[in-house]
């Protein structure tokens, strides 16, 4: 009889990249996974836990977050976060620039239990300036930006760094409209690596931001309201906006403080356009809300009727292969060893847009377990029985 370090038993194992969805028990030693099914089910493991109801899927991505806690005034815990997210891997998109992405490594990534990743800014001393009290643009001054300083440290950095990151609109870059795009793809051509662009208010335009990026560049913030809404008034998604994921454009959610509405979200699902990407967006100014954390932003998503499996794609399988990571969101025998195991709980469960419009659910996503790395790192106990 085969024995493992931990067993999860009499879960529902959803794992889109391999089309596998079944109830099975899934095993893990050495820090992979080490059986699924048959085999997991005829062994012992030195810690097994009953996982009946339960969704057990890859250790999920949130492709958009601020976790440079204590060195950002917008970055928060990762750890103390993913116990209630069930974030196994973390992508810091733009906290840290040039300037300051060493201190970032040294004093929170290496010290994380949860796997920190990250797009570096191509602003030097990356969102230096996000607050309550101030709100500064980094993309406003064209001095800040250093494609040679930002290439640079992404080269050192190959480990961490996968991709460039800027903001622009009218609240981020002000006049310089999109030039700090322009300078974030030199930067980004000169490292091989994709842009993550953000969009916030007008000028410039959502439609023009896409004329700009390139196969593989990722626009994030994409079911903005207006304006800079993907849809037109009467909820039709704008031709520029197909033909943009026809390139190979990667569109993420990144709901955070005032990026995701819901007359948005119902309009590009109902046409047939569902996101690439969910992420959360979680910084100070929003991890009470409306966004709270990614369980909370999928949530949201399957009260709106996106099917389960292509949620959890979207936390998993997609940017995975977008980090080129493609053993983060893998449960095959032998990959990382990370799993998140969620719950359906039914009842009435109230969200809320970043325009403070209510929508009524009768389901929301609660973690009942995270396992890295081979080993169970977090449990929590159900408040309500499941669906």
Not at 138 to 159: I, K, Y
Not at 168 to 188: Q, Y
């Amino acid at each position: 009889m085969a024995r493992f370090d931990l067993i999860l038993r009499g879960g529902r194992v959803l794992d889109p990249g391999n089309g596998r969805d079944e109830i099975a028990d899934i095993a893990f030693a050495d820090g992979k996974v080490a059986a699924i099914g048959t085999e997991a089910a005829a062994g012992t493991g030195a810690i097994e836990r009953r996982v009946d109801g339960c969704i057990v899927t890859p250790g999920q991505i949130d492709l958009h977050a601020h976790v440079y806690w204590g060195g950002t005034s917008l970055g928060v815990d990762a750890d103390r976060l993913a116990r209630r997210s069930g974030t196994t891997t973390w992508v810091d998109v733009g906290s840290a620039g040039p300037g300051n992405f060493l201190g970032f490594r040294k004093h929170v990534i290496e010290r994380s239990e949860t796997r920190i990743l990250a797009y570096l800014h191509i602003s030097f001393p990356g969102i230096f300036g996000f607050a309550h009290e101030v709100m500064v643009g980094e993309a406003g001054d064209l001095r800040l930006l250093s494609p040679e300083a930002c290439a640079r440290v992404a080269r050192e950095n190959p480990d961490l760094v996968k991709g460039i990151k800027v903001r622009i609109g009218a609240n981020t870059s002000g006049a310089n409209g999109l030039s700090p795009l322009f300078l974030a793809i030199e930067a980004a051509d000169r490292a091989g690596l994709p842009v993550m662009c953000h969009i916030d208010r007008p000028p410039p335009r959502y439609v023009d931001v896409l004329e700009v990026l390139r196969p593989g560049d990722i626009l994030t913030h994409c079911f903005k309201p207006f304006p800079n809404a993907p849809c037109y008034a009467d909820g039709r998604v704008r031709e520029q906006i197909w033909r943009a994921r026809e390139k190979g454009v990667i569109f993420d959610i990144a709901h955070g403080k005032g990026s995701f509405s819901f007359h948005t979200a119902r309009a590009m699902l109902a046409a047939g356009f569902w996101p690439d990407v969910i992420s959360s967006d979680v910084h100070t100014l929003c991890i009470d809300g409306p966004a709270f954390d990614n369980l909370v932003t999928m949530s949201k998503f399957l009260c709106l009727g996106m099917p389960l499996e292509e949620i959890v794609r979207a936390v998993t399988v997609t940017p995975a292969r977008i980090l080129g990571r493609p053993d983060l969101a893998d449960l095959s025998i032998g990959s990382t060893g990370d799993a998140t195991v969620i719950r359906i709980v039914a009842g009435r469960h109230v969200y809320e847009d970043v325009l403070g419009e209510k929508m009524e659910g009768d389901r929301r996503l609660v973690v009942d377990s995270i396992v890295l790395g081979g080993r169970l790192w977090h449990t929590a106990e159900p408040s309500t029985e499941s669906v």
